[in-house]
Protein backbone atom coordinates (compact mmCIF):
# COMPACT_ATOMS: atom_id res chain seq x y z
CA UNK A 1 0.00 0.00 0.00
CA UNK A 2 1.38 3.06 -1.05
CA UNK A 3 1.98 6.42 0.94
CA UNK A 4 -1.03 8.69 0.83
CA UNK A 5 -0.51 12.75 -0.29
CA UNK A 6 -1.72 14.62 2.16
CA UNK A 7 -3.95 18.01 1.53
CA UNK A 8 -4.40 20.10 4.16
CA UNK A 9 -7.53 22.35 3.56
CA UNK A 10 -6.70 25.49 4.23
CA UNK A 11 -10.54 26.09 4.60
CA UNK A 12 -10.16 25.34 8.41
CA UNK A 13 -7.72 27.06 8.95
CA UNK A 14 -7.72 30.68 10.89
CA UNK A 15 -7.45 33.87 8.76
CA UNK A 16 -6.60 35.61 11.20
CA UNK A 17 -2.78 34.27 11.54
CA UNK A 18 -3.07 33.16 7.84
CA UNK A 19 0.76 33.32 7.60
CA UNK A 20 1.86 31.34 10.45
CA UNK A 21 -0.70 28.89 9.23
CA UNK A 22 0.94 28.57 5.60
CA UNK A 23 4.45 28.60 8.06
CA UNK A 24 3.57 25.64 9.71
CA UNK A 25 2.14 23.36 6.29
CA UNK A 26 5.69 24.58 5.09
CA UNK A 27 7.22 23.29 7.74
CA UNK A 28 5.09 19.70 7.71
CA UNK A 29 5.12 16.76 5.59
CA UNK A 30 2.52 17.28 3.57
CA UNK A 31 2.36 17.45 -0.12
CA UNK A 32 0.03 19.72 -1.42
CA UNK A 33 -2.11 22.43 0.34
CA UNK A 34 -5.84 21.88 -0.67
CA UNK A 35 -8.07 25.05 -1.83
CA UNK A 36 -11.86 25.42 -1.82
CA UNK A 37 -13.39 27.78 -3.47
CA UNK A 38 -16.94 28.43 -3.20
CA UNK A 39 -19.40 30.78 -5.16
CA UNK A 40 -22.75 30.18 -2.66
CA UNK A 41 -24.56 29.23 -5.71
CA UNK A 42 -23.34 25.36 -6.33
CA UNK A 43 -22.61 25.22 -2.45
CA UNK A 44 -24.58 27.01 0.16
CA UNK A 45 -21.37 28.47 1.33
CA UNK A 46 -18.86 31.39 -0.36
CA UNK A 47 -14.74 30.85 0.04
CA UNK A 48 -11.99 32.58 -1.45
CA UNK A 49 -10.83 34.35 -4.39
CA UNK A 50 -8.25 35.14 -6.43
CA UNK A 51 -6.40 37.60 -4.08
CA UNK A 52 -6.06 34.36 -1.07
CA UNK A 53 -4.83 32.28 -3.49
CA UNK A 54 -1.72 34.69 -4.81
CA UNK A 55 -1.32 35.23 -0.98
CA UNK A 56 -0.65 31.47 0.05
CA UNK A 57 1.22 31.03 -3.39
CA UNK A 58 3.95 34.14 -2.54
CA UNK A 59 4.37 32.12 0.89
CA UNK A 60 4.54 28.55 -0.25
CA UNK A 61 6.53 25.90 -2.66
CA UNK A 62 3.82 23.40 -1.77
CA UNK A 63 1.16 22.05 -4.85
CA UNK A 64 -2.16 24.28 -4.63
CA UNK A 65 -4.69 21.78 -5.40
CA UNK A 66 -7.69 24.19 -5.84
CA UNK A 67 -11.25 22.93 -6.13
CA UNK A 68 -13.87 24.98 -7.54
CA UNK A 69 -17.06 24.11 -6.21
CA UNK A 70 -18.81 26.96 -8.87
CA UNK A 71 -20.68 26.52 -11.49
CA UNK A 72 -19.01 28.23 -14.63
CA UNK A 73 -15.27 26.83 -13.64
CA UNK A 74 -14.43 27.95 -17.48
CA UNK A 75 -14.39 31.21 -17.11
CA UNK A 76 -12.12 31.23 -14.53
CA UNK A 77 -9.26 28.73 -15.50
CA UNK A 78 -6.52 31.18 -16.74
CA UNK A 79 -6.61 33.47 -13.77
CA UNK A 80 -6.76 30.74 -11.47
CA UNK A 81 -3.22 29.46 -13.41
CA UNK A 82 -1.93 32.82 -13.16
CA UNK A 83 -2.62 33.39 -9.12
CA UNK A 84 -0.81 30.04 -8.67
CA UNK A 85 -3.15 27.22 -9.13
CA UNK A 86 -0.80 23.88 -10.04
CA UNK A 87 -3.99 22.15 -9.83
CA UNK A 88 -7.38 22.49 -10.73
CA UNK A 89 -10.69 20.14 -9.95
CA UNK A 90 -13.84 20.39 -11.02
CA UNK A 91 -17.66 18.99 -10.46
CA UNK A 92 -18.98 16.91 -12.91
CA UNK A 93 -22.58 18.21 -11.91
CA UNK A 94 -21.39 22.09 -13.38
CA UNK A 95 -19.76 20.64 -16.70
CA UNK A 96 -21.64 20.88 -19.75
CA UNK A 97 -18.59 20.11 -21.43
CA UNK A 98 -16.50 17.90 -18.94
CA UNK A 99 -13.74 16.91 -21.66
CA UNK A 100 -13.02 20.26 -23.08
CA UNK A 101 -12.87 21.65 -19.11
CA UNK A 102 -10.16 19.24 -18.13
CA UNK A 103 -8.65 19.41 -21.60
CA UNK A 104 -8.45 23.80 -21.12
CA UNK A 105 -7.14 22.90 -17.72
CA UNK A 106 -4.25 21.03 -18.45
CA UNK A 107 -3.52 23.10 -21.97
CA UNK A 108 -2.94 25.83 -19.10
CA UNK A 109 0.16 23.88 -17.80
CA UNK A 110 -2.27 22.25 -14.75
CA UNK A 111 -3.25 19.16 -13.63
CA UNK A 112 -6.54 18.74 -14.18
CA UNK A 113 -9.27 16.90 -11.71
CA UNK A 114 -12.88 15.76 -11.90
CA UNK A 115 -15.08 15.59 -8.14
CA UNK A 116 -18.10 13.93 -7.83
CA UNK A 117 -21.07 14.88 -4.84
CA UNK A 118 -22.00 12.01 -2.72
CA UNK A 119 -25.18 11.43 -5.02
CA UNK A 120 -23.09 10.86 -7.82
CA UNK A 121 -22.63 7.86 -9.12
CA UNK A 122 -18.98 6.91 -10.47
CA UNK A 123 -20.09 5.39 -13.56
CA UNK A 124 -21.05 8.45 -14.98
CA UNK A 125 -17.18 9.46 -15.36
CA UNK A 126 -16.89 6.42 -17.90
CA UNK A 127 -16.66 8.76 -21.03
CA UNK A 128 -14.30 10.83 -19.16
CA UNK A 129 -12.02 9.79 -16.57
CA UNK A 130 -9.58 8.79 -19.22
CA UNK A 131 -8.74 12.50 -19.75
CA UNK A 132 -8.21 13.55 -15.74
CA UNK A 133 -5.15 13.23 -13.97
CA UNK A 134 -7.27 12.93 -10.61
CA UNK A 135 -10.94 11.86 -9.35
CA UNK A 136 -11.89 13.12 -6.03
CA UNK A 137 -14.50 11.77 -4.19
CA UNK A 138 -16.38 13.38 -1.91
CA UNK A 139 -17.15 11.68 1.46
CA UNK A 140 -19.33 14.56 2.71
CA UNK A 141 -22.02 16.84 0.74
CA UNK A 142 -20.02 19.67 -0.29
CA UNK A 143 -19.96 23.52 1.19
CA UNK A 144 -18.93 23.52 4.79
CA UNK A 145 -16.23 21.73 7.00
CA UNK A 146 -16.53 19.60 9.59
CA UNK A 147 -19.16 16.95 8.52
CA UNK A 148 -19.80 13.51 9.05
CA UNK A 149 -18.27 10.76 7.01
CA UNK A 150 -20.64 9.09 4.64
CA UNK A 151 -19.36 5.21 4.60
CA UNK A 152 -20.33 4.73 1.48
CA UNK A 153 -17.21 6.41 0.44
CA UNK A 154 -15.26 2.96 0.54
CA UNK A 155 -17.47 1.72 -2.46
CA UNK A 156 -17.41 4.49 -4.60
CA UNK A 157 -13.30 4.43 -4.19
CA UNK A 158 -13.66 1.00 -5.06
CA UNK A 159 -15.54 1.88 -8.55
CA UNK A 160 -13.50 4.52 -8.84
CA UNK A 161 -10.24 2.42 -9.10
CA UNK A 162 -12.15 -0.34 -11.02
CA UNK A 163 -13.32 2.35 -13.58
CA UNK A 164 -9.78 3.58 -13.73
CA UNK A 165 -8.20 0.22 -15.08
CA UNK A 166 -10.67 -0.60 -17.20
CA UNK A 167 -10.23 3.19 -19.02
CA UNK A 168 -6.73 2.32 -18.45
CA UNK A 169 -6.54 6.01 -16.78
CA UNK A 170 -3.91 6.77 -14.58
CA UNK A 171 -6.12 8.72 -11.99
CA UNK A 172 -4.91 9.35 -8.34
CA UNK A 173 -7.82 9.05 -5.98
CA UNK A 174 -8.43 12.11 -4.08
CA UNK A 175 -10.35 11.55 -0.67
CA UNK A 176 -12.35 15.51 0.84
CA UNK A 177 -14.50 15.37 3.61
CA UNK A 178 -14.09 13.88 7.26
CA UNK A 179 -10.69 12.17 6.61
CA UNK A 180 -9.52 11.86 10.29
CA UNK A 181 -6.75 9.46 11.79
CA UNK A 182 -9.88 6.52 12.57
CA UNK A 183 -10.77 6.44 8.75
CA UNK A 184 -7.02 7.09 7.61
CA UNK A 185 -5.85 3.59 6.69
CA UNK A 186 -9.07 1.91 5.80
CA UNK A 187 -9.31 4.68 2.83
CA UNK A 188 -5.54 3.99 1.93
CA UNK A 189 -6.16 0.13 2.08
CA UNK A 190 -9.62 0.63 -0.31
CA UNK A 191 -7.27 2.62 -2.84
CA UNK A 192 -7.17 6.54 -1.81
CA UNK A 193 -4.42 8.12 -2.81
CA UNK A 194 -4.95 11.81 -1.89
CA UNK A 195 -6.35 12.80 1.57
CA UNK A 196 -7.84 15.73 2.33
CA UNK A 197 -7.85 16.84 5.59
CA UNK A 198 -9.73 20.39 7.59
CA UNK A 199 -10.61 20.31 11.09
CA UNK A 200 -8.48 17.07 11.63
CA UNK A 201 -5.10 19.26 10.96
CA UNK A 202 -6.10 22.44 11.89
CA UNK A 203 -8.58 21.82 14.97
CA UNK A 204 -5.41 19.70 16.41
CA UNK A 205 -3.25 20.80 19.01
CA UNK A 206 -0.19 20.16 17.48
CA UNK A 207 -1.28 20.13 13.40
CA UNK A 208 2.25 18.89 12.32
CA UNK A 209 2.02 15.70 14.06
CA UNK A 210 -1.44 15.28 13.01
CA UNK A 211 -0.14 15.68 9.79
CA UNK A 212 2.71 13.14 10.04
CA UNK A 213 0.19 10.71 11.99
CA UNK A 214 -2.08 10.80 8.91
CA UNK A 215 0.44 9.97 5.86
CA UNK A 216 1.91 7.06 7.88
CA UNK A 217 -1.87 6.05 9.18
CA UNK A 218 -2.63 5.04 5.64
CA UNK A 219 0.03 2.25 5.58
CA UNK A 220 0.04 1.25 9.37
CA UNK A 221 -3.77 0.50 10.87
CA UNK A 222 -3.56 2.72 13.92
CA UNK A 223 -3.44 0.70 16.93
Not at 90 to 101: A, D, G, M
Amino acid sequence: MEIPLIAPSILAGNFGKLDSEIEMLNASICDWIHIDIMDGVFVPNISFGFPVIEAIKKKTLKTLDVHLMIVNPDAYLERLRDAGANRITVHYEVCQHLNRTLDEIKRLGMKAGVAINPHTPVSLLHDTVMFADLVLIMSVNPGFGGQKFIPNTYSKILEAKQLCARRSANCLIEIDGGVDLRNAYELCKTGANVLVAGNTVFSAADPDKVIAELKSTGTIHPL
